[in-house]
């Protein structure tokens, strides 16, 4: 049988309630940079580097002393850097998993000094 439209916004609501309620989690995830910088001065590491602040993950390089944004492609050499070598993740997945435990963390914290405002406004 065919929904109508209201009964496909009610399954639709529902369908993206359970997705939410899956996400409020706790993952098993390891945050592990498994990327060192190279051991050898003029040759670099490509990974995955993860950016908090912007909440996304993004390829990244590093050398025995500055690193940056985008791979290095074997031969070239980088037009722009930051200063001091990184530990990079090997696979944007394992970055991604990184920037959830970190989100993770984040959130409980917010949601811990929320319900201590609601606790103490309960006594007020």
């Given at each position: 049988?065919?929904?109508?439209?209201?009964?496909?916004?009610?399954?639709?609501?529902?369908?993206?309630?359970?997705?939410?309620?899956?996400?409020?989690?706790?993952s098993?995830?390891?945050?592990?940079?498994?990327v060192?910088?190279?051991?050898?001065?003029?040759?670099?590491?490509?990974?995955?580097?993860?950016?908090?602040?912007?909440?996304?993950?993004?390829?990244?390089?590093?050398?025995?002393?500055?690193?940056?944004?985008?791979?290095v492609?074997?031969?070239?050499?980088?037009?722009?850097?930051?200063?001091?070598?990184?530990?990079?993740?090997?696979?944007?997945?394992?970055?991604?998993?990184?920037?959830?435990?970190?989100?993770?963390?984040?959130?409980?914290s917010?949601?811990?000094?929320?319900?201590?405002?609601?606790?103490?406004?309960?006594t007020?």
């Amino acid at each position: 049988m065919a929904m109508n439209k209201k009964e496909k916004e009610l399954y639709e609501d529902a369908l993206r309630m359970q997705a939410t309620n899956r996400a409020l989690r706790w993952s098993d995830y390891v945050n592990d940079k498994d990327v060192n910088p190279p051991a050898d001065f003029g040759t670099y590491a490509n990974g995955w580097s993860v950016n908090i602040g912007t909440m996304s993950v993004y390829k990244s390089w590093s050398s025995t002393v500055y690193h940056g944004y985008g791979w290095v492609i074997e031969g070239d050499t980088p037009k722009h850097a930051s200063q001091n070598p990184i530990k990079q993740y090997s696979t944007k997945e394992k970055a991604l998993k990184a920037l959830r435990v970190f989100m993770e963390s984040k959130f409980a914290s917010l949601l811990l000094d929320i319900d201590k405002q609601i606790q103490s406004s309960m006594t007020e």
